[in-house]
């Protein structure tokens, strides 16, 4: 599957957990429901992915988790926020380069319409 046609997909499956449930819950209920939709749509995906730091040449477990890593190619970060700050930004595009992930989804289902809620980074 291209790259275009997963991201379409993925967005297509956080859009409809967004018609059911709306603004206003937990990020943890969009991870699940939304981790539903994905299973249904038969798209292999990892959730809370453990992603260890890199530091000369040890990996250290720090902490951070990748909300989901779809397909093992694309990253999405969830949030439930009244506004996407620039650390929210920053923490996809981390955790991208991190990864060694190219492509990454930052998702905000506190919006009334989630379109205006995706933000695509390609590095």
Same mark, same amino acid.
Request: charged letters at 20%; glycine letters at 8%.
């Given at each position: 599957?291209?790259?275009? @046609?997963?991201?379409?997909? &993925?967005? $297509?499956?956080?859009?409809?957990?967004?018609?059911?449930?709306? +603004?206003?819950?937990?990020?943890?209920?969009?991870?699940?429901?939304?981790? !539903?939709?994905?299973?249904?749509?038969?798209?292999?995906?990892? #959730? /809370? /992915?453990?992603?260890?730091?890199?530091?000369?040449?040890?990996?250290?477990?720090? $902490?951070?988790?990748?909300?989901?890593?779809? @397909?093992?190619?694309?990253?999405?970060?969830?949030?439930?926020?009244?506004?996407?700050?620039?650390? !929210?930004?920053?923490?996809?595009?981390?955790?991208?380069?991190? #990864?060694?992930?190219?492509? $990454?989804?930052?998702?905000?289902?506190?919006? +009334? &319409?989630?379109? @205006?809620?995706?933000?695509?980074?390609?590095?």
């Amino acid at each position: 599957m291209e790259m275009d @046609e997963l991201t379409a997909r &993925v967005i $297509g499956c956080a859009i409809e957990v967004h018609r059911a449930l709306g +603004p206003g819950l937990l990020e943890s209920a969009y991870e699940q429901c939304l981790a !539903h939709e994905l299973n249904l749509a038969g798209i292999r995906f990892q #959730a /809370q /992915q453990s992603l260890p730091v890199e530091y000369k040449g040890v990996r250290l477990d720090c $902490g951070y988790r990748v909300d989901m890593l779809v @397909e093992n190619r694309l990253i999405l970060e969830l949030k439930a926020v009244d506004q996407v700050l620039g650390i !929210h930004q920053a923490q996809v595009i981390t955790y991208m380069k991190l #990864a060694g992930i190219r492509v $990454g989804l930052l998702i905000n289902f506190n919006v +009334p &319409v989630l379109k @205006e809620g995706i933000n695509r980074y390609v590095l």
